[in-house]
């Protein structure tokens, strides 16, 4: 029996999740990986893991991940918990045994994984920014990136056992060969039907990629923006590197390229000193971009952060504009899915029987067939969140 894990955060810990599993082999533990992005991802790991303890005394649990990195202490005393690693221990077993203080952070790059229907692949890691909101770069440490013959043959692999790769990274777009790199894949493994991308910097989309973003049919056509913000005081004591306009120009560009092209981004609501005025400007970012699929937190106050410095607002209010700007996705996604009706799409079929589109739609098919199967369907109906498929 392979030990437990319980995954926390990005699209990376559940790549990584899956690696440690494999990596334990039949160790009776509970592997928990952790989030620092927010304090709600950090609450949920500890109530997890007490109730962990509370349910199986006795069993091991091991604690990783980038809350863990940041605060080792604080989590080695929670009941139950054997040990703290790294994240630049986490994928070499031979290092789970150990101390704390001899595990660095860096996180290997180059990690694949696939428990699940489409596999994720690690091409990059840690984040050379300083957005003033952000612990990540404490946890992941600078940016590193993979070889595009590395990432070719772990998709290779990865081909063999799933219809879809997802590249993935903390700062994605930043790699600095990212265009090549899809391109190598996509050519160099012809069998591979569908390739994904995860969050990706406005600031960092140049000619190269879009290039390949329009030559590529393989490469799905979603884009997921790593926004934050819709207002341009807010972007700038972000320090981020974008702005309202930027995000405009990129949604223009990929429809002008794909017209059928989904659009998502992460959010943040409630940022320090944000007004009503500077929250209604983001809010109307969502419609005027077309962004149908939103990742939306409220501001969560993270220690050693300049924001956290910042005049705050109450959590009641940014947890309020936060329900008010997934209300406003929940529009747009509605008016996205209504426009597939009548369209013909690959659902690729998970194991409890739903699919997600090359949109990354989740579609429902009466009798669906086995999970991994990327089936062509006609879209016949939409109740706003959810497509149905028929057989073609």
Request: glycine share 8%; with cysteine; net charge positive.
């Amino acid at each position: 029996m392979l030990a437990e894990t319980l995954t926390f955060g990005c699209r990376l810990n559940i790549a990584e999740s899956e690696a440690m599993r494999r990596l334990a082999g039949d160790m009776d533990a509970l592997i928990v990986n952790t989030c620092a992005v927010t304090g709600e991802a950090e609450a949920q790991a500890r109530q997890a893991i007490r109730r962990a303890a509370r349910e199986k005394p006795g069993r091991p649990i091991l604690v990783t991940g980038c809350a863990a990195q940041i605060n080792p202490g604080a989590w080695a005393a929670l009941p139950g918990v054997a040990r703290v690693i790294g994240n630049g221990a986490k994928l070499d077993r031979a290092r789970w045994n150990a101390p704390v203080a001899a595990m660095d952070r860096d996180a290997p790059i180059g990690l694949a994984a696939g428990g699940g229907t489409r596999a994720f692949l690690a091409v990059q890691q840690g984040c050379d920014h300083a957005c003033t909101f952000c612990i990540i770069p404490q946890g992941r440490g600078p940016a590193r990136a993979m070889p595009v013959d590395q990432a070719v043959a772990a998709v290779r692999d990865l081909a063999t056992r799933h219809a879809e790769v997802v590249l993935t990274g903390v700062d994605l777009a930043s790699h600095p060969e990212l265009p090549a790199l899809i391109r190598a894949v996509l050519r160099q493994v012809p069998e591979l039907p569908r390739l994904r991308l995860s969050s990706l910097d406005p600031a960092a989309l140049d000619d190269r990629f879009w290039a390949v973003f329009a030559e590529e049919a393989r490469l799905a056509p979603y884009l997921h923006l790593s926004a934050q913000h819709g207002d341009d005081l807010m972007l700038k004591r972000m320090k981020r590197r974008h702005s309202r306009a930027d995000v405009l120009r990129v949604a223009a560009r990929a429809r002008a390229l794909r017209g059928d092209v989904a659009l998502g981004a992460d959010f943040i609501a409630g940022f320090p000193t944000e007004s009503e005025a500077h929250f209604a400007t983001m809010e109307a970012l969502v419609a005027e971009a077309g962004l149908s699929f939103l990742h939306v937190f409220p501001y969560s106050a993270r220690t050693g952060t300049p924001a956290a410095r910042m005049p705050q607002l109450p959590m009641a209010l940014r947890r309020e504009r936060a329900a008010r700007l997934r209300a406003s996705g929940a529009a747009e996604r509605a008016r996205f899915l209504a426009a597939r009706i009548g369209t013909t799409v690959q659902a690729l079929f998970e194991a409890d029987g739903r699919a997600h589109t090359e949109h990354f739609a989740p579609l429902r098919l009466a009798n669906p067939p086995p999970a991994g199967t990327l089936l062509p369907l006609r879209v016949a109906a939409s109740d706003g969140t959810t497509l149905t498929g028929e057989r073609i």
